[in-house]
């Protein structure tokens, strides 16, 4: 079924306004996994979103496919399960209309007799397509255990004559061993051009927001480096444990999970260089760059916790599913160092864990202290970037308290999105990701060298981690629902971060996210 290209509703996706004709006509999306958590949850709200607004190629039509055996009803009531129901008068609508273009086989993941029977379900399907102009995009929302079988057998039995992509996620290896062999069985099926190795945190909306704040502001760029600022912090905190959920966690941990790729990425866009171009290439280029400059994390740089039971909470080892003497990091602290003129001495501090105080995810750039002088203890600058919840920026500021006397006081300037675009909904990181990917743009997706190079600078402590150079750190603990390990505030205080006086109370904003 085919939905003629209508113009988005004002307000909706302002950031994805493009012309549908960029993108590939008579195309196929292949979802592996359709059965999974990823899928229901992420996948097919993604792409059902981007057909509610005609942002998919005309004559789409999305396959399932898994090894769940299940009929139409089943299928068709798993991948709407998670899609958010809205005022809209048009929703049903859309949801009846977006089922019809959507199908579903089972087969398995690593013979060629269940991929040919798929690829015979796909040329059923697009018979009706003019021959030679069939596009694939081939969607891997599986565990890594089966990337190359099936990235095998996509392109032997499943390769169309039009254009081919593979998207696929993370996590892509557990050290740079394993990562270069998944990058080499790969390559041996697919070219780079037609690899998208997803990490969402680069389609999410602040991520992307970075480079604009950095390089189209002179009055930030002038003050970007180690002259003014005195250190970084990137921060990530869940408010939740692993909740009956340990075995898949306790085998990578929350570097793995978190740091390595996720708040990497952000690292390397606050610290890369202007590039030439917003070309996939030229911003890919120096991301890789930066990278390059910082060597492999050290022990005395990584503070490791592990939460226990506090306020009727469990703790990470009452977890039926963790073993009982798992030393597995909930929480961890690293600091990086980038050798570089640019940064060389400037600490950049990630901070990710699980069953802490809040959720939230942000980048905090805290600058030098003013000379003192005429001030004395005096807070410092500070700009935030609240990249979720409640998306904002704002940029803590010495300012006359009002009235007769005269002190300076700290204060805001606040950019907070809920307040600002009132009438904005910002899209989810999956369908930004899956449209570049139709789109062909690289951009905002990992590759191989940047893989590579993220997992030389932490392989050497996930070893350390992991008891292969000898007996294994063991964690401090942490109280569920706390700030993390009571050593925290010490270690980053060692490395020159200083509390301002006043923390910043945000405002009850009301903002939706597709």
């Known amino acids: 079924m085919s939905v003629p290209p209508q113009r988005p509703r004002s307000g909706t996706i302002p950031s994805m306004e493009v012309a549908t004709n960029t993108l590939r006509d008579n195309t196929t999306f292949i979802v592996f996994g359709a059965s999974g958590d990823l899928a229901k949850k992420k996948t097919f709200p993604a792409l059902f979103a981007l057909y509610r607004n005609s942002f998919l190629p005309n004559n789409v039509h999305i396959v399932g496919y898994a090894r769940t055996k299940m009929d139409d009803e089943e299928y068709y009531r798993r991948i709407t399960g ?3 129901r809205d005022n809209d008068p048009e929703f049903d609508t859309k949801l009846d209309e977006f089922k019809k273009v959507c199908s579903y086989i089972s087969g398995g993941y690593d013979d060629s007799e269940s991929f040919i029977k798929l690829n015979d379900h796909l040329l059923k399907i697009e018979s009706t397509h003019r021959p030679g102009l069939v596009n694939r995009i081939f969607y891997l929302a599986l565990p890594p255990s089966v990337f190359i079988p099936v990235a095998r057998h996509a392109r032997e039995q499943c390769y169309a004559k039009g254009e081919n992509r593979i998207i696929v996620e993370k996590p892509f290896g557990k050290d740079l061993d394993s990562c270069r062999e998944l990058l080499r069985a790969l390559k041996k099926y697919w070219t780079e051009d037609e690899t998208y190795r997803i990490d969402h945190y680069l389609g999410k909306e602040m991520v992307k927001n970075l480079l604009v704040l950095r390089f189209a502001n002179i009055a930030l760029n002038a003050a970007w480096d180690k002259n003014s600022i005195s250190n970084v912090q990137i921060t990530f905190k869940e408010p939740f444990g692993t909740e009956g959920r340990g075995g898949y966690f306790d085998e990578f941990g929350i570097i793995r999970d978190i740091l390595q790729n996720h708040l990497l990425q952000v690292l390397s866009i606050v610290t890369m260089e202007r590039p030439v171009s917003f070309a996939p290439e030229d911003i890919r280029d120096e991301k890789v760059k930066v990278l390059r400059a910082i060597p492999a994390i050290t022990r005395d740089d990584t503070l490791l916790g592990q939460y226990v ?9 009452d977890d039926a599913t963790v073993p009982n003497n798992s030393v597995c990091p909930t929480f961890a602290t690293t600091v990086l160092w980038i050798r570089n003129e640019r940064w ?3 600490p950049f501090i990630m901070k990710a864990g699980k069953a ?11 600058f030098k202290d003013v000379t003192q002088g005429i001030f004395a203890e005096i807070s410092r600058n500070e700009l935030v970037v609240r990249i979720q919840p409640e998306e904002a920026v704002y940029l803590k500021v010495n300012t006359k308290s009002p009235g007769y006397a005269f002190r300076a006081i700290p204060a805001e300037m606040d950019l907070t999105y809920g307040k600002r675009f009132t009438d904005t909904v910002i899209p989810g ?5 899956i449209l570049d990917a139709l789109k062909g743009d690289h951009s905002n997706f990992v590759r191989d060298d940047e893989l590579e190079v993220a997992w030389k600078i932490f392989t050497p402590i996930l070893h350390w981690i992991d008891g292969k150079d000898g007996e294994q750190p063991k964690p401090l603990p942490y109280a569920y629902g706390s700030r ?4 925290l505030d010490t270690f980053i205080a060692k490395y020159g971060y200083k509390p301002t006086q006043e923390e910043y109370t945000w405002p009850t904003t009301k903002m939706s996210n597709l």
């Open 429 to 433: 990181a999956y369908e930004a990701l």
């Open 309 to 317: 039971a506090a306020d009727g909470k469990p703790g990470y080892l």
């Open 82 to 84: 998670y899609i958010k």
């Open 484 to 487: 993390g390990p009571e050593q």
């Open 344 to 346: 060389e001495g400037v």
């Open 356 to 366: 802490l105080n809040e959720a939230k995810v942000e980048v905090r750039v805290q």
